[in-house]
């Protein structure tokens, strides 16, 4: 399984970073991008390509990460919850996904894909993620991909401790999922 691995925390976050680390080590050959060390320009133009993904429909600094996307079957997406939404960083990546659609609007991905999405975030209160959870859920529907998301409460931002009682949920929901 080609399995590829984002974490869109924007900085140091402990416990996106430590799900990212842990999940990386679960499959052999699994890719892992951290946005916030990549160098991309939000107002880069976006294009469409011509019925199938080139990598050269995106900016020099996300051929390797978008490449990595298009030829995945399974996509970890970890960002923190940010006032009800994903991170700026994550949002500004997902824009680009707009190059996996064809000219008619369809997505251009060959075979099944799948979309794990994990969602850390300080409140308690798991409902506060669910827009976020919601919202994602339509966008990979856009891109006719498999979607199921996580979210994972209590995690403070310098405290990997409640991120490091939820793996063995992430692990099993994940299992479950592919």
């Known amino acids: 399984m080609n399995v590829v691995l984002v974490n869109a925390a924007p900085g140091s976050d402990v416990n996106s970073s430590y799900v ?17 060390r990549m160098d991309f320009d939000p107002s880069y133009p976006v ?5 199938a993904f080139s990598d050269d429909c995106v900016e020099e600094s996300l051929r390797e ?47 099944e894909k799948k979309f794990f999405f994990i969602l850390t975030q300080a409140s308690a209160n798991r409902g506060h993620g669910q827009p976020t ?3 994602m859920k339509s966008f990979c529907s ?11 409460p209590n995690c403070k931002k310098s405290e990997p401790e409640s991120a490091k009682l939820k793996m063995d949920e992430i692990i099993m929901s994940l299992n479950m999922f592919i």
């Open 133 to 135: 959870q919601d919202w």
């Open 65 to 111: 990460l978008m490449s990595a996307v298009y030829s995945a079957d399974l996509i970890i997406f970890i960002s923190p919850n940010y006032f009800s939404f994903v991170t700026g960083t994550a949002k500004m990546f997902l824009d680009k996904f707009f190059v996996f659609l064809g000219k008619g609007g369809m997505p251009v991905f060959e075979g």
């Open 20 to 36: 990212a680390e842990k999940l990386h080590g679960k499959y052999d050959g699994a890719k892992r991008f951290d946005l916030c």
């Open 142 to 152: 856009i891109f006719r991909m498999k979607f199921f998301g996580v979210t994972l």
């Open 47 to 51: 294009r469409k390509c011509d019925g």
